[in-house]
């Protein structure tokens, strides 16, 4: 089982940038699906971005453009750098490993760890 633990947040005015990092223990990290999420209060978790195995990127479209999710296996580590921040950007923010379904939608098969909170205002 693959242990994450993301670090990065931190207070940004509108149109700054943050990276995010989510780094892996345990299992092997390079054969991994990663997603990162975001819980903004009141709201559910949602998928803003993933990362395959093989480097290909998807992203939610309120994020398309801004956000940029990389890994560097060799750290065992995924990055979510983020520019352009919005105020509706402020979330906890989490990363997980995935599991593509029969369907091609991806599910989160890790435990949640604590994330990471991100507050954009001025």
């Known amino acids: 089982q693959v242990h994450l633990v993301e670090s990065g947040g931190g207070l940004v005015q509108p149109g700054g940038s943050l990276r995010l990092s989510c780094a892996a223990s345990?299992?092997?990290?390079?054969?991994?699906?990663i997603g990162w999420y975001r819980q903004a209060p009141g709201k559910q978790r949602e998928l803003v971005a993933h990362i395959t195995t093989g480097g290909t990127t998807n992203y939610a479209d309120s994020v398309k453009g801004r956000f940029t999710i990389s890994r560097d296996n060799a750290k065992n580590t995924v990055y979510l750098q983020m520019n352009n921040l919005k105020p509706e950007d402020t979330a906890v923010y989490y990363c997980n490993a995935l599991l593509r379904t029969v369907i091609g939608d991806y599910v989160p098969f890790g435990s949640w760890g604590q994330g990471t909170q991100v507050t954009v205002s001025s």
């Open positions: 345990g299992s092997i990290f390079s054969n991994k699906v």
